[in-house]
């Protein structure tokens, strides 16, 4: 018998905002990620190991960089 587990992360795009780019210097659209780490299963997500993290996506350059939600004023869920 044998037994798969591991963990897995996914992102999800909680919204989009205008704002200039700590990275590049442009004002371009930014997109909001949330990343969610859960343990699986035999490939099925069952419970999150660690809290979720949130990642600015510049729309010029892709720089990719973490953030705090309440900064850009979004309620976390």
Do not use: N
């Amino acid at each position: 018998m044998f037994l798969l587990f591991g963990i897995s992360s996914k992102d999800h795009m909680v919204g989009t905002h205008l704002m200039t780019c700590e990275i590049c210097g442009w004002q371009a659209p930014q997109q909001l990620l949330k990343r969610t780490t859960r343990f699986t299963l035999f490939f099925i997500p069952l419970f999150p190991v660690k809290a979720a993290q949130y990642f600015l996506v510049c729309g010029h350059c892709q720089g990719f960089r973490r953030t705090d939600p309440s900064r850009l004023g979004v309620v976390a869920r």
